[in-house]
C-alpha cells in the first residue's frame, strides 16, 4: 500500500479509510448507547433505588456528561484508534494506557456477551446461547466488510428504536395509570442503592467511547467526534429520562423493580397490547445495534494496543482493499463467543460496569493533565468526571469489584512481566 493511500484530505494521516462525517459518528454512538440496556436497566436500577431512581439517572447523567466533555477534548487532540487506551498513553504513561484498554477491551467484551444474550433471550429464551453465538458471527462478519457497513446499518437500526422509545414514553405520559406521585417514594432506599442505581443505568450511557475508539475513521477527527459526542449523549440524556419518568409514574417502583420486561409493561398498561410486541422486537433490534458497534469499538482498540505492542504485532495488520483491523475483529469476536460459554446476562453486566467505569476514570485522569491551551472546557468538570467514576465503581457488589480489581492487576502484572516500563 502506498503512503498516499493512507492519508485523507478531511482529516491527519490515518492508517485505516476516514468515511465517518457528524451525523455518521453521533448515529454510532447513540447505536452503542440505546441499546437492550434502556429496556432492563430501569427495572434493575428500581431494585436498588426504588423509588429514588430519578436520583440515580442523574448521578449517572452528571458523570457520563463528564466523561463525555473530557474525552471529547481528548479526541479532539489525539484522533486515533484507541479511545482512553491513547489518552492514557500520551498523558500518563504506557502502563495507565495499557491498564485503560486491558479493562476496556475485557468489559466490553462482556458487555458484547450480555448484548447477544439479551438478543437470544427475546428472540427465544430456550436457545438463548446458540443464537447469541449466531448473533457475533453474523455481526462481526459486517464489521470486517467495512465500518461504513456498520454505519450504514446503525443509520437505520437506530431511528426505529428511538421511535419505539418515544411510543413508550407517549403510551406512559396518556395511560391512565400515570401518577406524578409514583415519580418519588417517601421513603429513601439509602445512599448505597442511589449509588448502585446510578452505576447501572451509567451502564446504558457508556457507549458514546465508541465515536473515540473510531478516530482514525471519521473525517475531520478534531471537530467531528467533539460534537458527535456531545450530540449522542445529549440526545441520550433527554430520551433517557422521558423513558424513566414514564416507567415510573406508570407502574410505581414496586412493579417496575419486578417487572422483566417494563418498557412493554408501559404501553400495555396504556391498554396498547399491540405495542407490547413490537417493544420487545425493538429491544432485539436494540441490542443487535449495540452489539454491532461494541464490536467495531472493541477490534479498533485491540488494533491500537497491536500497533504499540502492547498486543501481538500481527493484530494490528490492516486489510489491504477494505482498509480494517480485520484480524482483530475475527479475535474479538472469537473471545465474546468464549464468554458467552462462560457467563450469564447478570454477571456480564455487572462486571463490564465495573471496568469501563475504570476506563473512563483513566479518561478523567488524562484530560486533566492538558495544558491551559489545550482545553476546550474547564478543569473542575474532569474531576467531577473522575471523583464520579470512582464513587459509582465502588458502590457495586463486592464480588464484582473484587473481581473486577483482580484482573486489572493481572493486566499490570502481564505489562510487567513484558519489561516495559511506565
Not at 14 to 30: H, N
Not at 56 to 66: D, H
Not at 92 to 113: D, E, M
Amino acid at each position: 500500500m502506498r503512503d498516499n493511500e493512507a492519508m485523507s484530505s478531511d482529516g491527519p494521516p490515518s492508517r485505516l479509510a476516514r468515511k465517518l462525517g457528524t451525523v455518521e459518528a453521533t448515529l454510532i454512538g447513540l447505536g452503542s448507547m440505546i441499546g437492550a440496556g434502556v429496556f432492563v436497566v430501569f427495572g434493575l436500577a428500581a431494585r436498588a433505588a426504588s423509588g429514588w431512581l430519578l436520583i440515580g439517572l442523574l448521578l449517572a447523567a452528571v458523570v457520563a456528561i463528564c466523561n463525555a466533555f473530557s474525552s471529547a477534548q481528548l479526541a479532539a487532540l489525539h484522533p486515533t484508534s484507541g479511545g482512553a487506551y491513547v489518552y492514557g498513553r500520551e498523558r500518563l504513561g504506557p502502563t495507565w494506557g495499557f491498564l485503560a484498554g486491558w479493562g476496556f477491551i475485557f468489559g466490553k467484551t462482556a458487555s458484547c456477551a450480555a448484548m447477544a444474550l439479551a438478543i437470544g433471550s427475546y428472540l427465544a429464551p430456550d436457545f438463548a446461547k446458540a443464537i447469541a453465538l449466531v448473533s457475533v458471527l453474523v455481526f462481526t462478519s459486517i464489521n470486517y466488510l467495512g465500518v461504513e457497513r456498520t454505519a450504514r446499518t446503525i443509520s437505520v437500526l437506530v431511528p426505529f428504536v428511538m421511535g419505539v422509545l418515544l411510543l413508550v414514553v407517549v403510551g406512559g405520559f396518556t395511560s391512565d395509570a400515570f401518577d406524578p406521585n409514583s415519580l418519588w417514594d417517601s421513603s429513601p432506599s439509602g445512599v448505597t442503592g442511589i449509588l448502585q442505581a446510578g452505576a447501572l443505568i451509567f451502564f446504558a450511557f457508556a457507549g458514546y467511547a465508541r465515536i473515540g475508539t473510531l478516530g482514525e475513521e471519521v473525517k475531520v477527527p478534531e471537530r467531528t467526534i467533539p460534537r458527535a459526542m456531545i450530540l449522542a449523549v445529549s440526545i441520550a440524556l433527554v430520551l433517557y429520562t422521558l423513558v424513566a419518568i414514564a416507567a415510573l409514574g406508570t407502574l410505581g417502583s414496586d412493579r417496575l423493580a419486578s417487572s422483566v420486561s417494563p418498557l412493554a409493561d408501559v404501553t400495555e398498561m396504556a391498554g396498547w397490547r399491540w405495542a407490547g410486541v413490537i417493544v420487545r422486537f425493538a429491544a432485539v433490534v436494540a441490542a443487535s445495534g449495540a452489539l454491532l458497534t461494541l464490536l467495531a469499538g472493541i477490534s479498533r482498540t485491540v488494533f491500537a494496543m497491536a500497533q504499540n505492542r502492547d498486543f501481538p504485532p500481527w493484530l494490528g495488520t490492516v486489510h489491504k482493499r477494505r482498509r480494517t483491523p480485520y484480524r482483530a475483529e475475527i479475535v474479538v469476536g472469537l473471545s465474546v463467543m468464549v464468554v458467552l460459554l462462560l457467563t450469564d446476562l447478570l454477571g456480564a453486566v455487572g462486571f463490564s460496569s465495573f471496568l469501563v467505569l475504570w476506563y473512563y476514570a483513566v479518561a478523567n485522569l488524562a484530560a486533566l493533565r492538558l495544558e491551559a491551551n489545550e482545553r476546550r472546557w474547564p478543569r473542575f468538570i474532569s474531576v467531577v468526571g473522575l471523583a464520579g467514576c470512582v464513587i459509582l465503581g465502588l458502590s457495586l457488589s463486592p464480588y464484582t469489584v473484587g473481581f473486577g480489581a483482580g484482573l486489572l492487576m493481572i493486566g499490570w502484572l502481564v505489562r510487567g512481566l513484558r519489561g516495559q516500563t511506565a
